[in-house]
């Protein structure tokens, strides 16, 4: 499933409001052992664009 998600969240890359839905709507699907994976990689593939959005979703996980 992660890799569905990385996948989705490339193409919506393009636009700040969209990647941020997927965003949601992907953590909703991946399972707690994927997601310290999928954080790590979230950020060195989208922290130059989208850094604070990450921050908002990741805090939230790790809170």
Same mark, same amino acid.
């Given at each position: 499933?992660?890799?569905?998600? /990385? =996948? !989705? @969240?490339?193409?919506?890359? #393009?636009?700040? /409001? @969209?990647? *941020?839905? *997927? ?6 699907? @991946?399972?707690?052992? *994927? ?9 060195? =593939? #989208?922290? /130059?664009?989208? *850094?604070? !959005?990450?921050?908002?979703?990741? !805090?939230? @996980?790790?809170?």
């Amino acid at each position: 499933m992660m890799e569905y998600v /990385k =996948t !989705i @969240l490339l193409k919506v890359s #393009f636009d700040s /409001k @969209l990647f *941020e839905k *997927e965003l949601r709507k992907g953590l909703n699907l @991946l399972v707690p052992a *994927e997601l310290e994976e999928f954080r790590v990689w979230c950020y060195k =593939t #989208f922290s /130059k664009l989208y *850094e604070p !959005i990450l921050n908002k979703y990741f !805090i939230k @996980l790790a809170g």
